[in-house]
């Protein structure tokens, strides 16, 4: 009897969660249900949430939300759950909100490299598709911003949140390097050991992300999901708030 789980066998079990996931993430009132019972449960949306951050996987989320976070420490924040019924929720309840655009090669990149898991690129590419395929039609109503935007001057993001839904946000985001150490420190106290947190961008993650983009721009999901990035780019870079 095998008492260890082949590596093949944990890939397919986690590409079948992402998977089911993803398909019930597109349903506000299923995925809501699903997740109430999880541990999760925290991070969801509800009418008390001062703010809901969501975007598919490695899109800067965990960048936003812990900046976000340490200038407003006592805010109640939505996320990381990478799903657009999250984001429906927010808008049927009026709950402030923000989506963030990234280029799906490089959040694809971004997901698979660290753990040098190819699989990672087509459930990443997938995601991203779902997210916003599904947002596309309520794209200002979804409060999008551009990745690199956000990640050049969180204060701005955070000054347009204000000026859009009235609130009072503080927008004393720390610099890039506290953050990152902050993400970093949190990881080692909960995983116990010394590897960089897959969230914090370093040389060895780059190399790696190189030596995959070809696996990822040839992927039959690629072209799609680029078209859909150069039409709401084009869209975001319309809107002015």
């Known amino acids: 009897m095998r008492l260890v789980p082949r590596l093949e066998d944990i890939d397919w079990l986690q590409r079948l969660r992402l998977s089911t996931l993803t398909v019930l993430g597109r349903h506000e009132a299923i995925f809501t249900q699903i997740a109430a019972v999880g541990d999760s449960a925290e991070t969801l949306v509800k009418p008390t949430t001062d703010l809901c951050v969501e975007a598919p996987p490695r899109s800067a989320n965990s960048f936003f939300v812990v900046g976000f976070r340490m200038a407003n420490p006592d805010a109640h924040i939505a996320h990381h759950h990478h799903v657009p019924a999250q984001i429906l929720t927010a808008i049927r309840l009026n709950v ?42 309520l794209l200002q109503t979804a409060s999008p911003v551009l990745f690199e935007h956000l990640v050049a001057d969180p204060r701005a993001v955070i000054d347009r949140l204000n000026a859009t839904y009235g609130t009072t946000f503080s927008r004393e985001f720390p610099a890039q390097d506290e953050v990152f150490s902050s993400i970093e420190a949190s990881r080692r106290t909960t995983h116990g050991d010394d590897a960089a947190s897959p969230n914090v961008p370093d040389d060895r993650t780059h190399q790696k992300e190189n030596t995959m983009r070809a696996l990822a721009e040839g992927h039959r999901l690629a072209q799609p999901a680029l078209r859909l990035y150069a039409d709401l780019r084009r869209r975001i870079e319309a809107i002015t708030y």
């Open 96 to 137: 402030p909100r923000l989506t963030i655009l990234r280029n799906p090669i490089d959040s694809a990149l971004a997901k698979a490299a660290p753990m040098g898991r190819e699989f990672l690129i087509g459930t990443t590419l997938h995601r991203w598709l779902s997210f916003w395929e599904t947002l596309s039609p």
